[in-house]
């Protein structure tokens, strides 16, 4: 059995893509059909494929037939929220950057 510390770190190893992460902030929105996915993301269609599979393999996001077109959404409200808690961590780190940068160049005219 692998260790809970273990399966979060592959978890995270999964979703650490570029393309996996775009995807499920467009997904976010509901779901939506693989050319939308491809006219927001720019990348050629194999690649997009290749990171669809993997966030269908680990069951991140389901797919459905629409007539000739796959439509994908997130596969649980979950994935979304962990997205916006990243996108508040991030804020707040920037913030706390920005911040600490500011009181740097602040400190360095008085120094001089």
Known sequence: MVPLYQAKAEFFRMLGHPVRIRVLELLQ?????????????AI??????????VLRRHGIVVSRRDGSSVVYEIASDDVAELLRTARRILTTLITTQGELLAELRGAETTTR
């Open 29 to 41: 929105d509901g779901p939506r059909p693989v050319r939308d996915l491809l006219a927001d993301i």
């Open 44 to 53: 050629e269609p194999s690649s997009l494929s290749q990171q669809l599979a």
